[in-house]
């Protein structure tokens, strides 16, 4: 991994549809009064999926914060298998990965 990408930023884009209508997954920020998609820094050391020992791919990481952003409302198994590594949005260093689940 380049060392840009361990200083990259990853989050999840958490859609779900029920009849016509799209629903989309947003957290609120702690320091800030303002609602965004999940996401974070790449860290350093086990890795989520695999328990590896180091840094974290993207997808990784846009789980992980999913995961901890949601406080565990959504399931790492429900995130895992409702999205995939390659399924992405990537702006300059930050990579968004889709999750489509149903709706909840």
């Not at 200083?7 to 549809?17: F, H, P, S, W």
């Not at 947003?26 to 890795?47: L, W």
């Not at 789980?63 to 790492?76: A, D, H, I, M």
Request: aromatic share 12%; net charge negative; glycine share 8%.
């Amino acid at each position: 991994m380049t060392p840009d990408l361990a200083r990259a930023n990853a989050g999840m884009l958490v859609a779900a549809k029920e009849d016509s209508k799209t629903y989309v997954l947003f957290v609120q920020t702690f320091k800030h009064d303002y609602y965004e998609f999940p996401g974070g820094r790449i860290e350093h050391g086990e890795s989520l999926l695999d328990g590896g020992s180091k840094i974290e791919t993207p997808y990784e990481t846009a789980v992980r914060e999913t995961l901890e952003e949601t406080r565990g409302y959504l399931s790492q198994q429900q995130l895992v298998s409702a999205s995939s590594p390659k399924q992405l949005v990537e702006v300059g260093k930050f990579r968004i990965f889709l999750a489509k689940l149903p709706f909840f």
